[in-house]
């Protein structure tokens, strides 16, 4: 984390790390647990651009869960009320009032949705990234099964394993680096014990008593089910559902900027508008993209034009999105044509 970390005592006396920035609405970002944030900010330049983002909007709030990260690492309560603690110490810690509680693909979401349920008058908003009310899908699935017997077998294999199962195909380089760093942010046992009470997390008979506005977003070629998506919208009385291009695992790896305008809409965000004539703010190869996006072609035509993989110019296309206040190519294009940098105006 780049940020000075504080921490919070839950009341079975465990010690979560928390870091906060930016100032207004409060936006708590759970991790994809049993896992921490992992690299953060400061090796991953996707997710520094989110966290801009967000923190541009209100108070982005993370923490690392029990066992994990900066947090204690020796806990044994790996349940859904020991998870749900963690979220109590943090925003207690802070004295919130209210917050938006935002849970990723993990068991981080029936988490989201029992502490929903269990605290209506804390939870303003509920966002839920690739949502399920369990995990039998994943923890059930017998290849995941054999990558999990590897925890003892091979910690540093399990974790090489993991991340390619996680993430999909990635860069070799950043695959090892998020395999050492998730070594280095967990424990095998605690992970082991973590996986082990997460297959046990259902949270179906619950979906109904989630009072707050809640927005489903669901990964269109992702690994998790369009039904389980389909089901705890239909399940939580307040729900809507956003479909969103591409197969990333990570929220911000992939047309973060269609997810970020699903949460200005659903939020009542506005984000800064574009400045007419600012464009001193595009570095040169920021420009040259924007002239290719604006003239319809796709994020692959553009590598290839460029020569750059695509989750490059995906964060390139995420920056000049930030820089120009667009939420989409269409807005990206008129900005273009109206500074003459589209190509041919």
Not at 134 to 147: E, S, W
Not at 253 to 278: C, M, R, T, Y
Not at 326 to 335: D, E, G, I, M, V
């Amino acid at each position: 984390m780049d940020r000075p970390t504080q921490y919070a005592r839950t009341q079975d006396g465990v010690k979560i790390a928390f870091t906060t920035k930016g100032e207004g609405i409060a936006y708590v970002e759970m991790s994809p647990i049993p896992f921490c944030h992992g690299a953060g900010p400061a090796e991953v330049p996707e997710w520094q651009v989110w966290d801009e983002e967000i923190s541009r909007r209100g108070m982005l709030v993370m923490y690392d869960p029990r066992g994990t990260g900066m947090s204690d690492r020796d806990v044994t309560d790996y349940s859904l009320e020991g998870w749900a603690s963690d979220i109590d110490a943090v925003v207690d810690a802070l004295a919130l009032k209210t917050f938006v509680l935002f849970a990723p693909d993990s068991v981080a979401v029936p988490v989201a949705i029992a502490y929903a349920a269990d605290k209506p008058e804390r939870v303003s908003h509920l966002i839920l990234w690739q949502a399920h009310a369990h995990l039998r899908h994943v923890i059930g699935d017998p290849g995941f099964a054999t990558v999990l017997e590897l925890i003892d077998r091979d910690w540093e294999l399990f974790s090489q394993v993991l991340v390619q199962v996680m993430e999909g195909y990635v860069e070799a380089e950043t695959a090892q680096r998020e395999a050492a760093m998730l070594r280095e942010l967990h424990t095998p046992h605690g992970l082991k014990a973590a996986f082990a009470a997460a297959g046990t997390v259902d949270v179906t008979e619950i979906l109904s008593q989630v009072q707050a506005p809640t927005l489903v977003l669901h990964r269109r070629e992702g690994r998790q089910p369009l039904d389980d998506a389909m089901e705890v919208t239909s399940g939580i009385p307040n729900a809507g559902l956003t479909i969103i291009e591409g197969s990333a695992f990570g929220w911000a790896l992939q047309h973060p900027e269609a997810i970020l305008q699903a949460i200005d809409e659903f939020l009542g965000w506005v984000s800064e508008p574009a400045q007419k004539g600012n464009t001193t703010r595009l570095s040169p190869r920021e420009r040259e993209v924007l002239a290719l996006l604006a003239s319809g072609k796709s994020t692959r035509e553009i590598g290839a034009e460029l020569v750059l993989t695509g989750r490059t110019v995906e964060r390139h296309i995420s920056n000049i999105y930030r820089k120009i206040g667009a939420h989409n190519r269409a807005q990206a294009t008129a900005f273009a044509l109206d500074h003459g940098l589209a190509r041919g105006s």
